[in-house]
């Protein structure tokens, strides 16, 4: 949950030593004469040079590869002269101070060693890259003033984690305060220059210097989009407390208008949530108020139970589609209302629901009573248990009242107990399993003038598969190849359930995961009459040295020994067989990748689906992805998607997906990223449909300082969900 301002380590103050002990005395080491007695006290000094001169008690004079070293700090100079009267000791020439791996440099150093205070000209410092740093940083100041308890003070300071003597982003600061007790900068009349331009200033600035959260400003973003103009938007972080943070965030869209959004998060061991809300008062374009309010709560009450919270709520239909660039967010339809509590153990589960939603429709294309029933309460439980003298049992139950404006109304009972024996062998498995399934309704405002319905019947079904396998040698290789056969057979006797409400169900959509279902529909208002076998087959190819799936090849086809007799808006099925489902998957060579699946209706010869996608890799951060989606009638889609460098630190990302049959771009991307080392530039084009008749266009580009901060607006999560295996480039190896 950690945000700041900047996350800068300006560690000058780190790089100096504590105040000496009180009373420690001074041990000399000369490498021209032999040292005097010492007093083993609190601590150490040592101190060497070519030659050192004067007096033990008085003033010492030190000069040639003048070197003091103190509790893991040094100061390397080529003349140093210490007041033991003071506990002061002067470095001139060369001066070089060392602490913890971090060093200053600059040709002066007074330092009262006992009060921990000092001055330094002219410092030059550097902080090497360790594992609590992402880079190495480097900057210098006019003067610094140690001020003792791990306090320092800069004056016209510059810091920088370009290498020398690259200076393509310094942060320059008239004065810069380091509390090192504290771990807190704050610095005055800050000015961050790239390339040699000032982009951004502040008067004062205050900022952690061990990357915690503190209060402040957060860097601003800036973007344009086609529906909202110019935005820019100027974060404020408050950090309330250790587990509970707020951003309260204006931003200004040129087309619309300001927008005041905030939010607050929190986080316990028990518990954890988030309330958003933002208001856009008298948009510019839409004549009205726009706001959305979202609340999500999860909190875990101890012994398996638990309680969330997940309430969302937008001003109008076109909120999103207006207000929003992001594609997770414009395809929204149904924003939940929903509160939950439960129950689990090792063999039980039940929960208490309530649960309505608000149904964005398209404007351009509405449907009429589109907005899913209200089920207000809903009660679930189930149960399982393995390996009972030998059997599996299982249970599910569900008690829902189901509430709509326009549809029927009503009560729904649900008890679905089943029962299997599972065999399992080293050459394969046969799991027989029966279950019976039982629906109640107690219904209101049905025109059938039904009150009452009742269902029940048996579903029986049994599971049988065999594992083969043998070793195979292809071009030098050695694999496993296995053969794999499975059979399944399902029945459902038939139920007239033309009478029934339709609450919630709907039929699933005939592919792979549709050749071992027991029921054709989802929902629990339709259990669909079945007496059919599906025949499939499974073939591997596993390299043996390393376990790796290159090749996995399935084929399967549903034989139908009844026709159809249970529907749901639809016409029954006809034929014997279904549509033979083809599957091909596997990492074919360390560089390239398939993946695809195939409907092929046999009788007509020809396809009804086809989804093929592939993707060359050669290397991290270097990839194509092709993409092609066919359904009959319906989708006809090119998706192609690359990251590609096009030189050591430019690298073009981009997406194309096409509709062939609606000849249009369905969402589109380009863009480049340029990383510099110290600096690091993204900057993306992006355009996708958000409705039938409406388009999303948005530019959104970011500056990344490396150590310092990020400017712009973040389309990170823009290219992960355009670009299937997408790296950002500081996380690829060079």
């Given at each position: 949950m950690a945000r700041s301002l900047f996350t800068?380590?300006?560690?000058?103050?780190?790089?100096?030593p504590a105040a000496a002990n009180e009373g420690v005395p001074l041990r000399l080491d000369r490498r021209l004469a032999p040292p005097p007695p010492r007093v083993e006290r609190d601590a150490v000094r040592f101190l060497s040079a070519d030659r050192i001169t004067g007096s033990e008690t008085?003033?010492?004079?030190?000069?040639?590869?003048?070197?003091?070293r103190q509790r893991g700090a040094a100061i390397t100079a080529d003349r140093l002269e210490y007041s033991t009267e003071t506990d002061t000791a002067v470095a001139t020439g060369n001066v070089r101070l060392e602490r913890s791996g971090d060093s200053a440099t600059g040709p002066k150093l007074v330092y009262r060693i006992e009060e921990g205070t000092g001055e330094m000209e002219r410092p030059v410092f550097e902080i090497p890259k360790r594992e609590d740093r992402r880079s190495s940083s480097r900057g210098a100041a006019e003067r610094a003033l140690l001020e003792g308890e791990d306090r320092t003070r800069l004056f016209n300071a510059e810091y920088t984690t370009c290498p020398v003597p690259r200076d393509d982003w310094t942060l320059k600061v008239s004065e810069l305060v380091i509390d090192g007790k504290r771990e807190v900068g704050t610095a005055w009349n800050s000015t961050v220059w790239f390339l040699g331009v000032p982009i951004l200033y502040s008067p004062w600035l205050s900022f952690p210097t061990n990357n915690a959260r503190k209060s402040g400003f957060l860097p601003p973003t800036l973007g344009s989009s086609g529906r909202g103009g110019f935005e820019f938007a100027l974060p404020w972080y408050w950090n309330i407390a250790e587990y509970q943070d707020a951003t309260i965030t204006p931003k200004l869209f040129s087309k619309r208008g300001l927008q005041l959004g905030g939010e607050y998060r929190y986080l316990r061991p028990s518990y954890t949530g988030q309330a958003e809300v933002e208001f856009l008062p008298n948009d510019a374009i839409a004549e009205r108020d726009r706001y959305l309010l979202a609340v999500r709560h999860a909190h875990q009450l101890g012994r398996g139970w638990s309680v969330g919270v997940n309430a969302q709520r937008v001003s109008d239909d076109n909120y999103f589609r207006d207000l929003s660039t992001r594609v997770a967010a414009t395809s929204q339809?149904?924003?939940?209302r929903d509160a939950v509590l439960a129950y689990s153990d090792?063999?039980?589960a039940a929960s208490a629901r309530a649960v309505a939603y608000q149904t964005l429709q398209d404007p351009t294309a509405p449907v009429p009573a589109a907005a899913p029933y209200r089920q207000v309460p809903q009660l679930l439980v189930s149960g399982l248990r393995q390996n009972v003298r030998g059997l599996d049992w299982q249970v599910a139950g569900e008690l829902t009242n189901f509430r709509h404006p326009e549809l029927v109304n009503g009560q729904r009972f649900i008890a679905y107990p089943q029962v299997s024996w599972p065999v399992r062998r080293a050459w394969g498995y046969v799991t027989p399993k029966l279950g019976y399934h039982f629906t109640r309704y107690n219904l209101s405002g049905n025109d059938g003038g039904d009150s009452a319905a009742t269902r029940s019947l048996p579903i029986a079904s049994v599971d049988a598969g065999v594992y083969l396998d043998r070793p195979w040698s292809f071009r030098g290789g050695d694999f496993q190849q296995t053969l794999e056969p499975r059979l399944f057979y399902v029945r459902v006797p038939y139920r007239d359930q033309s009478r029934l409400p339709n609450f919630s169900s709907a039929e699933v959509d005939f592919g792979a995961n549709s050749l071992f279902r027991e029921n054709r529909f989802i929902g629990g208002d339709r259990i669909g009459d079945a007496n059919q076998v599906t025949a499939a087959i499974t073939s591997r190819l596993v390299q043996s040295d390393t376990g790796l799936e290159r090749l996995k090849v399935t084929l399967g086809q549903i034989y139908y020994l009844d026709p159809q007799r249970v529907t749901l808006d639809g016409p029954a099925r006809e034929g014997k067989k279904s549509d033979l489902v083809a599957l091909v998957s596997g990492q074919v060579t360390p560089t390239f990748s398939i993946d695809g699946g195939l409907e092929y209706n046999v009788s007509q010869g020809r396809a009804r689906r086809l989804d093929l996608a592939a993707r060359y890799s050669p290397k991290p951060g270097s990839l194509v992805n092709a993409a092609y989606r066919y359904t009959r009638d319906q989708v006809k889609q090119?998706?192609?998607?690359?990251?590609?460098?096009v030189s050591g630190a430019l690298s073009l990302v981009g997406r194309w997906n096409w509709s062939l049959e609606d000849r249009k771009l369905i969402e589109g991307l380009a863009g480049f990223e340029y990383n510099a080392g110290c600096w690091e530039i993204r900057a993306v084009a992006h355009r996708f449909i958000t409705a039938t008749q409406q388009v999303s266009t948005s530019f959104q580009?970011?500056?990344?300082?490396?150590g310092l901060s990020r400017i712009g607006i973040n389309p990170l999560e823009t290219l992960k969900q355009n670009i299937p295996g997408y790296r950002r480039s500081d996380e690829i190896p060079r």
């Open positions: 800068l380590v300006l560690a000058c103050a780190c790089a100096l008085k003033t010492l004079t030190a000069t040639g590869n003048v070197a003091l339809t149904s924003l939940p090792d063999t039980w090119v998706d192609l998607s690359a990251q590609w460098p580009i970011q500056l990344e300082l490396s």
